[in-house]
């Protein structure tokens, strides 16, 4: 396999007036190409943060993140949103659609921003609402769809440019249990098909569905594990 992320030594603060608050202590961690994983820990664990730094929303203090060959580091705010449009999709707890937008407009919005040309959005986004199940709710609007349907648009919009990788935070975490079931099938089958998938989750048994899990507590990964050792 190829490896898509190394972090070496990944350490993150804030500034909050004279005092300077660690987040992320030291990080070490590699993702191959197809992998799917979840990353758990208590609030304040640094889990949120760490996805901002994979999702290139926000930099690191130290150390070394390399994703798919490229050193991130030193990357200026216009190449990291290059990065972040055109390599990763991203799936959020609270859907964030546009609400007098129709399934097909929110999609297609996301390749606004990748630049894609105009003349081709409309059949792209057709074709990944159909390929999670919404060939026939492309005209709806998000307040006529179940909650598991508005996350099915916003996974379809996260897979639209052809994404290295997808990373979810909590995409459960809004739904029923027989929803995000569906939810996490839908992201399984997706895995399957060769697309790396990271989430961020406290559910166990929702993390029992991803092929490895990253424990974090304090700011440090504190146990790498297979789905067996949850």
Known sequence: MTTMIWMEGITKTYKLGEITVPILKGIDLAVEEGEYVAIMGASGSGKSTLMNILGCLDRVTSGHYVFE????????????????????????????????????????????????????????????????????????????????????????????NHPALVLADEPTGALDTQTSQEVMNLLTELNEQGITIILVTHEPDIAAQTKRVIRMQDGHVVTLSTRQKI
């Open 69 to 160: 060959g490229v050193n991130l580091t030193t990357f200026n705010d216009d190449q990291l949103a290059y990065i972040r449009n055109q390599r990763i999709g991203f799936v959020f707890q609270q859907f964030n659609l546009l609400p007098r937008a129709t399934a097909l407009e929110n999609v297609m919005l996301s390749m606004v921003y990748a630049n894609v040309p105009k003349s081709i959005r409309r059949e792209r986004a057709k074709e990944a609402l159909i390929r999670v199940g919404l060939g026939e709710r492309l005209h709806y609007r998000p307040n006529q769809l179940s909650g598991g349907q508005q996350q099915r648009v916003a996974i379809a919009r996260a897979l639209v």
